[in-house]
């Protein structure tokens, strides 16, 4: 498989990869991890051969099958759905237009060599499985939460998200020995992220993907490697198995760090102590040179146990009447399609509401609905008074300015906050110094999607209508952003697939369904686990 050889990759006098080798085994599922920023999407892009490295190599063998989910979609894609999915089967493809050419020829001149072209290309078609591609590429689809009806539309008709799912059945039917996945868990409901779990456990080759999805990492990762602050270090086993390692090694690198002050204090006392006498001053001088590579040998070491996490604070300006929001009767869709209708939601003050369901049942349409980018088709809607919305969507990230830098967009996103605020809470988010200058177009998607946060952070808003937030951000952003809406006092209405982070914060689920009416559950927090579970 793919060989690594001292990789060095730097922006600037940032480390993204410094020295890293490493050689990946064959049929093995490897999760990549960092925070935010930490340079994931750039290591999977030299990898690709996207991106050069500035030192080392990355050796690919003949024999590689690759295959890479883009972070966005096909612009050019083929009529159909299905035809767009079969197009990822690059020898398939080019066999099958082998064998056509050999028919073409054939028929126009016939000839026993023309012939026995022919039933070479042909053989070699249905040798390497041509006829059972379409059959593969709908089984596929339907995995993924594809409609059978859907697979004769236009993969432009399609939203963002069902688009990259498009891109990632591409991947799959062409059958890959190597393949890398970025946040592949980003557009998937529930039950198709279930079956691409599935579909992943039983994938013959080597698999190397970035998530945040905790529960994903744990059920396919054997090995897991970790990058921070320009180190990449390689641990056996799982996230959980990670994350117990990585503690066993801030604890010993703690003790190393507290056994090299030690030597350095015994030393620097030796050296105040007969610094000034002739017959000690060359073993003080001894000693002061011990003292400095004592000191570069403990910066070299890296303090796992001192990480930074984001640390979110949501307030409002003003608290709103005790109904928020009041939806009677409603029907969403667009362009003369309904997608769910005849429903009642009655929003109060203080309720944090996710709302779930499977993929294209109008959950994201729902939200647009409410704050007017979509009119409802029928029924009614009544604002409560005082109410002021934070909208976060699905593609809020496409509307920052990717040509202005970070604290350019968030005073434009929220006008009304002061600099020193603004400063306050990028800083809250890891977003400090000068890397408040950045310009947008070079950040990661997790460092984008704080940037909007940020801004929805300095807005004070009583009413947080949130679309997917947690997407591109790691695992502590994820943590912390749930604990912030716990303590948050005012009303929130989310769509997410994350069960972790609807059951750390939610007090009631909104559950949306093709085939019944849309129903408010209620949550309550169990004292023993302090996660809100069903009332009974």
């Not at 236009?154 to 963002?160: A, D, F, I, K, R």
């Amino acid at each position: 498989m793919i060989i690594i050889r001292n990789l060095s990759k730097h922006f600037g006098s940032k480390n993204i990869v410094n020295g890293f080798s490493y050689n990946f085994p064959k049929n093995a599922n490897i999760s990549l991890i960092g925070a935010n920023g930490a340079g994931k999407t750039t290591f999977l892009n030299m990898i690709c051969k996207l991106e050069e490295p500035d030192g080392g190599t990355i050796t690919i063998p003949k024999d590689c099958v690759f295959a890479y989910l883009p972070q966005s979609p096909n612009e050019n894609p083929e009529a159909t759905i299905l035809k767009e999915c079969i197009s990822g089967h690059q020898t398939l493809n080019m066999l099958e237009t082998r064998r056509d050419d050999a028919l073409a020829a054939m028929t126009q001149n016939y000839s026993e060599e023309s012939f026995a072209a022919y039933e070479v290309a042909e053989q070699e078609f249905a040798d390497k499985g041509g006829y059972a591609l379409e059959s593969d590429a709908k089984g596929i689809l339907v995995g993924l939460g594809f409609e059978t009806s859907q697979f004769d539309n236009s993969p432009l008709s399609l939203s963002g998200g069902w688009r990259m799912r498009v891109e990632l059945a591409k991947l799959l039917i062409n059958a890959p020995n190597f393949l890398i996945l970025d946040e592949p868990t980003n557009h998937l409901d529930l039950p198709s992220l279930t079956w691409l779990e599935q579909y992943l456990k039983s994938f013959t080759g080597t698999l190397l993907f970035v998530s945040h999805d905790r529960d994903f990492l744990n059920n396919l990762s054997e090995i897991t490697i970790h990058m921070s602050n320009g180190t990449v270090r390689v641990y056996n086993g799982d996230f959980d198995s990670f994350l117990q390692q990585k503690a066993e090694r801030a604890e010993q690198t703690r003790r190393e760090k507290l056994s090299l002050q030690r030597k350095q204090d015994h030393m620097q006392a030796f050296v105040d102590r007969f610094r000034a006498k002739a017959s000690k001053a060359k073993q003080a001088q001894s000693r002061i040179k011990m003292i400095e590579r004592l000191k570069a040998i403990e910066a070299k070491l890296e303090d796992e146990g001192t990480t930074k996490k984001a640390q979110f604070n949501m307030t409002v300006d003003k608290p709103s009447g005790r109904i928020v929001l009041e939806i009677e009767g409603a029907s969403i869709g667009y362009e003369g399609v309904t997608l769910n209708k005849n429903i009642d939601l009655k929003i109060m003050r203080g309720q944090k509401i996710a709302i779930i369901g499977a993929n294209g049942i109008g959950k994201s349409t729902l939200l647009k609905s409410i704050v007017g980018e979509i009119p409802f088709i029928s029924g009614k809607h009544e604002w409560g008074t005082n109410v002021t919305v934070g909208y976060y969507s699905q593609d809020q990230l496409d509307l920052l300015n990717k040509d202005e830098n970070v604290l350019q967009n968030v005073m434009a996103l929220a006008p009304m906050a002061s600099m020193q605020h603004i400063r306050s809470l990028l800083g809250s988010l890891l977003i400090t110094n000068d890397d408040v200058q950045k310009s947008v177009k070079v950040l990661s998607g997790g460092e984008r999607s704080k940037v909007v946060i940020a801004a929805l952070l300095a807005q004070k808003n009583n009413f947080l209508i949130l679309d997917e937030p947690t997407n591109h951000l790691d695992m502590s952003s994820v943590e912390m952003l749930s604990s912030a809406l716990e303590s948050y006092n005012g009303t929130v209405l989310l769509v997410s697939h994350n069960r972790a982070f609807i059951n750390a914060f939610a007090t009631d689920i909104f559950q949306m369904d093709k085939h019944k009416k849309a129903e408010l559950i209620n949550m309550y927090r169990a004292p023993d686990s302090g996660r809100p579970h069903e009332k009974s």
